[in-house]
């Protein structure tokens, strides 16, 4: 630490002196390049000059309200609860409780009547079985509409509503995180095991077998996955999956903790603030739940926004700048140990190129397969 009131020798002083730079080298570049995220970073800059529109404030207090509540222990732990405060907030409380979660207790006997009618309570994955039936086969129980990808808007960039539970209640289209949610969601209201599991840009559903085995169930194209084929596929490296950042079987806490992730990814969308008190409050809460999510890389953004304003107002153009100020370089290494230890636990993430086309590969494989049945 640099105390201007402290008389330092000059050896000293120049070894102080050396550290910032000595921090440079051991920087990710893609992090810390000042020009990165540039227009993320500026929209951020120029939203915090104006309050955020009460009503939308309101909704994600309360939606981050409950969740804390949830993870406290003072209010029942619920996924479908989560996932509903979640998008209400980004509906701004217009999502009725009543209306989602009627549909879905709706759901809940047919899956039910689906087992006994085969005779299958005695296996432990009968309600994984009815789950994927239900949403992915041609079948009375679901007036034959299965529930399908949305291959228009995968990406929620046109169209963010492609990613909710709620929407997808009503459309039976969604992405990859509306249709594993609700695999998962159905999956707990008969009581049968399902994992939420995450790669870079994606989600899905992990279960064991009758044998105890794990399989990798992929809702947006109806099958499973090969453990290499995600990793591969997603740039998922050991890193990631021994620290349980990435291909990890999440409990349902770090399943609502989870939710948080969503929760600040749809407040950008709403005010453009990915750095703020609230985005502070929310990674904070989850990060004490499950430290090792990707709730650190929304750490890590609020750092380094907050150093990167303070660097402005001072005029300060250069991290190699902050070496004539203590509180500032402070700031600086905590922001680098955040990033340092993102690095360690393997985060990475996906081109938005590489994605789309994997998408479109995976739609071009199943338009053949529909072709030839």
Known sequence: MLDKQININSITKKIIYLLPFIFFFQLNAQSYNLEQGKADFFRNRNALTQPVPVNIQKHFDIAIDEIDQMLKGEKPLSFKRA?????????????????????????????????????LRQYKTAGNWAVFTYM???????????????????????DVESSMVSRLLKTKKGNCRALPYFYKILANEVDVEAFIATAPMHIYVKHRDEQGNWWNLEMTTGSFSRSSFIMETFNVSEAAIASGLFMKSLSDVESVVYCIHDLLGFYERKTG?????????????????????QLQANKGNDLQSRLRNKMIDMGLRSYRELVNYPELMTEFQIMHSTFQYLSEIGYSTMKNEDYEKMVYDIKEKQTKLNSEK
């Open 136 to 158: 992915s086969d041609s079948i009375p129980e679901n007036n034959f509409k299965p529930y399908l990808y949305d291959f228009e808007n995968f990406m929620s960039d046109t």
């Open 83 to 119: 996932v509903y405060l979640v998008e209400n907030a980004y509906y701004e409380g217009k999502i009725s409780w009543e209306e989602y979660n009627n549909e879905i207790l709706r759901i809940k006997p047919i899956l039910n009547k689906m087992i006994d009618n085969r005779n």
């Open 273 to 293: 603030r990915y750095s703020d008190d609230f985005v502070k409050k929310c990674y904070e809460i989850g990060l004490q739940y499950y430290p090792n999510s």
